[in-house]
């Protein structure tokens, strides 16, 4: 079961550029074991808040902590692994050389049999020496699945990851959250999925940076959700 | 999940990771490529050395020169350094001078290593780079000085390379400190604003010492030691001192917008495709349309001219910063123009490539059809006859560059233009910058296919040149009938007619321009036909026969 002690709190956090407000003032609250789905159409807020809460973006007002910290900071930094929508990688290291590379950026020194076993749970055991950045979307979403594993954390945030995986690569992936969950991480995942939000503990609906759902939600009150 | 040991050491294992991916980019390189881009360097180096001697000469400096330079110098020579301040500045207000790779932002800084730790190693390896450059452009530079003025060649080359190394410290270092404290782009506009404009009004004589004089003097140092020429020095030091130290307090999405685009913008630069250049550029500065335009235009009325409307709805949408580019572009046309009247010929050039500038914004709407074509080609009208119904909203941007670059020449003071002279050049300087920028948006990028596949490399490369320097050109060309109304006021006459035959030319060319708009796809296609029909194959007459 979930204990009851938050693991990201956000206080009227908001996102504006210039004047296009891109998060409108936010609060929310997630405790530390859940699995949420953060839901809602096109430009409702989700892949700028967990950037914010990642610490990439700056808020324009308000505030995030994750695990007490303000987000961004180093200890915030230690607690949060992001996988953006979009992989991004080295030209010039191999899978194996990203994933030690990454590891040790976090204090992580793994084994060659640790970084083999999770090279192979995201099904990329037959390219481990080639360069990502000259794979196709998928596999490159899958190096970037792998890398978010390689480090310890409390909190993963995951932005779209089901877009351009395959139908095993997804079932993969939601084997790799279903076992985080047992392990006891708060897994954040921004989709437009209804089969994911069905499994997820809490689902979060943002509709112009407010949230409009909070709860569990059935495929259709998803679908109703997105605009869909 | 794996565990991590909470007494590693993640600023080491960065470094010999960093020493991993060095060793691996090195025995990457081939000595030929390496061996070729040092000679392309070195060669490129010296016609530039052979061009800038020729233009500096080698004539000994009267001793009236020398009492005007150590009289005016330091507030003009002061510009410098305020333009490297302006510019470090306004970088690091968007996250610069650091360009990282992307990957390196989102691994490396959002790992819990200490950022100013990690960020010391790429910035330093910057700030070498800069201060080679900075030591060798400013000692070259002073080997030119010394040939016309008394001080010794050592001790030109000494001050010149002392004078390079300051600048780049005052413009990177600026930027570093911006960065770290996160300066508002508002406030280091500001501040560059200030500083150039007293640097400008110190140099005219509007003030008796500016802020940045004391780096003149620093420059002048051959030629009249004083202490003041320390400052530069010392606060050239303390901005990178103080920059490093704050390395870690940069902005991580100013970086990660930045590791994005500063890549794309070099290689658009390296493929000289100045539009692509412009809108990242845009997209680096987060100059965005504004979603309120300043004035609301209604839907109903606004049929009969589509592609004006469309145009001027663009241009309602414009940030404040695009309209302040057009103001200030305009401002130094004006300034330039002054100096020219005066006497400073080579200022024309100036004055044009401002003009040139603002109208490369001022052909935006136009420019927007070009980025998509084919929205453009599923429009009833062919595509000429929409790029030139879009130049009436372009002549609308232009003018309010013209006119501030008309009453910047015409306010009152040292080099005022006549009225009725400014009146004309406004014209002039519109239709210059405006036709300028209508070839550079519309003539497609230079290819050796079709009718220059056989063509020898020496006319690849003359046309390669005459492209790139003939929409400036044409800019430039704008500004040119000052000269001869200088020419005709030092002959006793009125210098507004003087400016007529120019301005008359101006006009023909930019006429010619709209119509090379109109009819620049037709005459492709006819040359196209020509080069087919040319060709000695049997398709055509299998073609024929069937």
Redesign the interface.
């Given at each position: 079961m979930p204990t009851a002690e938050p693991i990201l709190v956000a206080d009227e956090a908001s996102k504006a550029?210039?004047?296009?407000v891109a998060l409108a003032p936010l609060s929310l609250s997630l405790t530390a074991g859940q699995t949420i789905a953060l839901v809602g159409h096109n430009g409702s807020g989700k892949s700028t808040f967990l950037r914010l809460a990642?610490?990439?973006?700056?808020l324009s007002s308000g505030s995030i902590t994750v695990a007490g910290v303000a987000a961004?900071a180093?200890?915030a930094?230690?607690a949060v692994s992001?996988l953006?929508d979009e992989p991004?990688?080295?030209?010039?290291?191999s899978v194996r050389e990203h994933l030690a590379?990454?590891?040790?950026?976090?204090?992580?020194?793994?084994s060659a049999e640790?970084i083999d076993e999770l090279i192979a749970r995201v099904e990329l055991s037959h390219r481990a020496d080639d360069l990502p950045a000259r794979f196709s979307r998928g596999l490159r979403q899958k190096t970037s699945i792998a890398?978010g594993?390689?480090?310890?954390?409390e909190l993963l945030l995951v932005d779209e990851p089901f877009v351009g995986l395959d139908a095993t690569g997804k079932e993969a992936l939601l084997g790799i959250l279903d076992e985080?969950h047992e392990?006891g991480?708060t897994v954040v995942v921004a989709t437009h999925d209804p089969g994911f939000v069905e499994r997820a503990d809490r689902c979060i609906a943002l509709r112009d940076g407010e949230v409009t759902h909070d709860g569990p939600a059935t495929t259709a009150e998803v679908l109703k959700l997105v605009g869909a | 999940m794996l565990t991590a040991d909470p007494d590693a050491d993640l600023e080491g294992a960065l470094g010999d990771w960093r020493q991993f991916r060095r060793r691996k980019r090195v025995s990457d390189i081939h000595w030929i490529d390496a061996f070729y881009q040092a000679y392309l360097t070195g060669i490129l180096g010296l016609v530039a050395i052979a061009v800038a001697s020729s233009a500096v000469g080698d004539e000994l400096a009267t001793a009236a020169q020398i009492r005007t330079t150590l009289a005016d110098g330091p507030g003009w020579i002061g510009g410098a350094a305020a333009f490297a301040l302006a510019l470090g500045l306004r970088s690091g207000s968007r996250g610069g001078p650091l360009a990282l790779e992307r990957a390196e932002v989102r691994h490396v800084l959002l790992a819990p290593v200490d950022r100013t730790t990690a960020l010391r190693a790429p910035a330093v390896r910057q700030l070498r780079f800069l201060a080679f450059v900075g030591l060798l452009v400013g000692g070259i530079a002073g080997d030119m000085a010394s040939k016309r003025l008394p001080g010794g060649t050592l001790g030109w080359v000494a001050t010149g390379a002392l004078v390079g190394l300051t600048l780049v410290g005052l413009a990177a270092g600026a930027a570093l400190v911006a960065g770290g404290i996160r300066l508002p782009r508002w406030a280091a506009s500001l501040i560059g604003l200030v500083l150039i404009a007293t640097a400008a009004a110190d140099g005219i004589d509007l003030m008796s010492t500016s802020p940045t004089a004391a780096f003149g003097d620093l420059a002048l140092w051959p030629l009249q030691f004083r202490l003041s020429g320390l400052i530069p020095v010392v606060l050239a030091a303390g901005l990178v001192v103080a920059g490093l130290g704050l390395l870690g307090r940069a902005s991580l999405e100013a970086a990660d917008r930045r590791s994005t685009l500063v890549g794309q913008l070099r290689f658009a630069a390296t493929l000289q495709d100045l539009r692509t250049v412009i809108v990242l550029r845009r997209q680096l500065a987060m100059e965005l349309p504004r979603i309120r335009p300043w004035v609301r235009i209604g839907v109903r009325g606004t049929g009969r001219w589509p592609v004006f409307v469309r145009g001027l709805r663009g241009l309602l949408r414009w940030p404040a910063a695009r309209v302040a580019r057009l103001v200030l572009l305009g401002a130094v046309a004006g300034l330039a123009l002054r100096g020219a009247w005066s006497g400073t010929s080579p200022l024309v050039v100036l004055a044009g490539v401002a003009m040139f500038l603002a109208g490369l914004d001022a052909v935006e709407p136009l420019a927007q059809e070009v980025d998509h074509p084919s929205r453009r080609d599923a429009s009833p009208l062919v595509a000429a006859q929409i790029h030139l119904l879009h130049i009436p909203a372009g002549v609308l941007a232009i003018l309010v560059s013209a006119v501030c670059a008309g009453v910047a020449a015409a306010v009152p003071g040292p080099g005022s233009l006549p009225v009725d002279l400014a009146a004309q050049l406004v014209v002039a300087l519109a239709m210059g910058g405006l036709g300028g920028a209508l070839i550079s948006v519309l003539a497609s990028p230079v290819s050796i296919s079709e009718g220059w596949s056989l063509a020898p490399p020496e006319a690849q490369g003359m046309r390669l040149a005459f492209r790139t320097a003939w929409p400036p050109g044409v800019a430039v060309m704008g500004a040119a009938p000052v000269l001869l109304a200088r020419n005709a006021a030092e002959a006793g006459q009125v210098a507004a007619t003087g400016a007529q035959p120019g301005l008359i030319a101006v006009t023909g060319v930019f006429v010619l321009i709209c119509g090379w708009v109109r009819v620049r796809d037709d005459i492709a296609l006819w040359w196209k036909a020509q080069m087919e029909l040319a060709k000695p194959n049997g398709d055509r007459t299998a073609d024929a026969d069937r």
């Open positions: 550029y210039a004047d296009l990642a610490g990439l973006l700056d961004g180093s200890d930094r230690a992001f953006p991004v990688l080295y030209d010039d290291l590379y990454v590891g040790a950026l976090h204090g992580v020194e793994a640790e890398l594993l390689i480090r310890p954390f985080l392990d991480a | -």
